[in-house]
């Protein structure tokens, strides 16, 4: 049993996890998609109906904490995973006509570091920079030096978690896979592709329109403001990102980053007790976009 009044660490994600698959096997599985650096096991959570199962239902990929310190990010996914799952019976339909596919915790290896060593640890902890550690999972053109934040690695998908993500999202997308969020903080933006560059994808105005009406859903229950926009425009040029990934390479439609709370205040260090509202909030913000893809034919 998992509570949402206070952040927790991986081993204890992994538990409530493969409890909640043996609780519910009829709609939970737990799939390894492969191990990070330090050897830790990655663990994506597949919600599925085997009563209404079908090859071709539409699907929703979500992910969470590429970045080890933005821990409302592994937070709000466990709580949407407990929601979807433990309290079913509110609201079937979100669960009987999609398949979820929900990696909570992208980076257990930074996560881990970030409890232990240095709360706001970004990258993975793969030592291959020198005298610095890390490589960020989320960029493809940023920094060259080793030892910054934002150090891009020495290739694409050279890094074991990025891999893992990249087959486990090839094997499960296969044209059935309408929307993709990746779940990051902070800031409160509701980003669309594309992260490298300014210019806009084609289908820009259903990109906006989505995120438009899911924004409007969060704010109206809490007043809670997201900024829309695709990355570049209304935050940085950054690439190697993968909303751009899961948009330009994997070809799912609706990719989006979501900046989750605050815009400042407190940051990464979002106090435990702002957990519940960010969730109750962003599943109002969820909902649109499940019923959205729900009707996709
Ligand atoms: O820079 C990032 O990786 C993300 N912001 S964060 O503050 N959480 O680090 C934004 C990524 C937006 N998407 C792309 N640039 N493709
Ligand atoms: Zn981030």
Not at 47 to 67: C, E, F, L, M, R
Not at 125 to 153: E, F, M, S, W
Request: aromatic share 12%; hydrophobic share 35%; glycine share 8%.
């Amino acid at each position: 049993k998992l509570n949402w009044t206070e952040y927790h660490d991986y081993t204890t994600i992994v538990l409530f996890l493969a409890e909640l698959a043996q609780n519910y096997p009829d709609i939970v599985t737990l799939i390894t998609i492969g191990k990070t650096h330090e050897n830790r096991e990655m663990y994506m959570v597949k919600i599925s109906n085997t009563q209404t199962a079908s090859p071709t239902k539409n699907a929703i990929i979500v992910d969470g904490g590429i970045h080890a310190r933005e821990w409302i990010a592994p937070a709000w996914n466990t709580w949407l995973i407990h929601e979807l799952v433990e309290n079913y019976a509110a609201h079937p339909q979100y669960v009987d006509n999609l398949d979820w596919y929900i990696l909570p915790v992208m980076n257990p290896d930074g996560y881990v570091y970030s409890f232990a060593d240095d709360r706001l640890w970004r990258k993975n902890r793969n030592p291959v920079n020198g005298p610095c550690v890390g490589i960020d999972l989320n960029q493809g053109g940023a920094a060259g030096n080793g030892c910054d934040q934002t150090y891009h690695g020495p290739a694409a998908f050279s890094e074991d978690e990025s891999a893992n993500v990249r087959d486990a999202v090839l094997s499960v997308a296969n044209g059935r896979t309408q929307a993709y969020l990746t779940y990051h903080s902070y800031g409160q933006y509701w980003l669309t592709p594309w992260g490298y560059t300014a210019d806009l994808p084609e289908d820009y105005p259903q990109l906006f329109d989505l995120a438009q009406n899911a924004v409007n859903s969060l704010t109206a229950v809490y007043g809670t403001q997201y900024t829309i926009g695709s990355s570049t425009n209304v935050l940085y040029v950054a690439s190697g990102g993968s909303d751009d990934w899961a948009k330009g390479g994997a070809g799912i439609p609706y990719s989006y980053t979501v900046e989750l709370r605050d815009t400042g205040d407190f940051g990464f260090l979002l106090p435990a007790d702002q957990i519940i509202p960010n969730n109750l909030e962003m599943w109002e913000a969820m909902k649109v976009v499940a019923e959205y893809v729900t009707g996709i034919v």
